[in-house]
Nanobody, 125 residues
Framework: QVQLVESGGGLVQAGGSLRLSCAAS????????MGWFRQSPGKAREFVTA????????THTDSAGGRFAISIDNAKNTVYLQMTNLKVEDTAVYYC??????????????????WGQGTQVTVSS
């Protein structure tokens, strides 16, 4: 199991930027695919973006493409989510998740075994 701690959430105006961080405690962090998900009140947890254990492949939703970027620093056991041009509809609790490396990236929460506690992102109009 990987322990994950997110940080970097907060209140930002529409059009602004935030960078979320997810610090992992794992002896073999570089063996994990990492994903970011988000959940708004009354809605199911939804996939945002993911990066593979090698750090050379990413996938994302259409709404995240061009605005959100995931990156990984294996030396720091940390994965980042850089969010730009934020919209009110991006308001949610953002979670990072870890999955032992797979043959391909997954967008399904059930495939991720470890989760952080979440960090709130609120975008005001």
């Amino acid at each position: 199991q990987v322990q994950l701690v997110e940080s970097g959430g907060g209140l930002v105006q529409a059009g602004g930027s935030l960078r979320l961080s997810c610090a992992a405690s794992a002896r073999s962090f570089s063996n994990y695919d990492m994903g970011w998900f988000r959940q708004s009140p009354g809605k199911a947890r939804e996939f945002v973006t993911a990066i593979n254990w090698r750090g050379d492949t990413t996938t994302h939703t259409d709404s995240a493409g061009g605005r959100f970027a995931i990156s990984i620093d294996n030396a720091k056991n940390t994965v980042y989510l850089q969010m730009t041009n934020l919209k009110v509809e991006d308001t949610a609790v953002y979670y990072c998740a870890a999955r032992f490396r797979g043959s391909s990236l997954s967008q399904y929460p059930v495939d991720y075994a470890s989760w952080g506690q979440g960090t709130q992102v609120t975008v005001s109009s």
